[in-house]
T-cell receptor
Framework: QQQVKQSPQSLIVQKGGISIINCAYE??????FPWYQQFPGKGPALLIA?????SEKKEGRFTISFNKSAKQFSLHIMDSQPGDSATYFC???????????FGQGTRLTINP | DGGITQSPKYLFRKEGQNVTLSCEQN?????MYWYRQDPGQGLRLIYY???????QKGDIAEGYSVSREKKESFPLTVTSAQKNPTAFYLC?????????????FGPGTRLTVT
């Protein structure tokens, strides 16, 4: 119940295309869903986060879509650029929880 | 220049030896965390600390130990009891514990045990 399942494990997208990464969870107590971006040899950095009171959150080219009934959320990267090539992690936590539960990660490659 | 420092970047040890990974932050954050990253498994929490002189086990604490004697420092010891210690280790900190506070990560230490 504490797991967050992320797919796909790897993704190749052409420059200018839309990258889509999906995550699913079981624990209905989760109410905070951040996405982290990690470049090779670096630590992850917070990219964007959403709470279940909204179905979508957009920041620049990055959008989180959230489906509470399906217990799924996804990251969309519009107009994908080679500089977006990185590993992306979804995560989740519940109110009062002291820790985040991370998905398995998606290695995204944007071909020029 | 504020941030989280982890040293060294690469660490090599022989099997059976304990090894300590350093994590220092100058962000004045109360909470600190240690994660282990393995390919295809995401980030798994080893230990976390909300305040000085207090820490809690995460999901995979067996074979690891920590201390939190100073607010800015949270060293992780990988003991010889850890069955598969080769991994990428990430330290993080946040202003407080809980989801309201963003976790900031250090650059990581890659440990190889042979």
């Amino acid at each position: 119940q504490q797991q967050v399942k992320q797919s796909p494990q790897s993704l190749i997208v052409q420059k200018g295309g839309i990258s889509i990464i999906n995550c699913a969870y079981e624990n209905t107590a989760f109410d905070y869903f951040p996405w982290y971006q990690q470049f090779p040899g670096k630590g992850p950095a917070l990219l964007i986060a959403i709470r279940p009171d909204v179905s979508e959150k957009k920041e620049g080219r990055f959008t989180i879509s959230f489906n509470k009934s399906a217990k799924q959320f996804s990251l969309h990267i519009m107009d994908s650029q080679p500089g977006d090539s990185a590993t992306y992690f979804c995560a989740a936590s519940g109110t009062g929880a002291q820790k985040l539960v991370f998905g398995q990660g998606t290695r995204l490659t944007i071909n020029p | 220049d504020g941030g989280i420092t982890q040293s060294p970047k690469y660490l090599f040890r022989k099997e059976g030896q304990n090894v300590t990974l350093s994590c220092e932050q100058n962000l004045n954050h109360d909470a600190m965390y240690w994660y282990r990253q393995d390919p295809g498994q995401g980030l798994r929490l080893i230990y976390y600390s909300q305040i000085v002189n207090d820490f809690q086990k995460g999901d995979i604490a067996e074979g690891y130990s920590v201390s939190r004697e100073k607010k800015e420092s949270f060293p992780l010891t990988v003991t010889s009891a850890q069955k598969n210690p080769t991994a990428f280790y990430l330290c993080a900190s946040s202003q407080g514990a809980g989801q309201r506070y963003e976790q900031y990560f250090g650059p990581g230490t890659r440990l190889t045990v042979t």
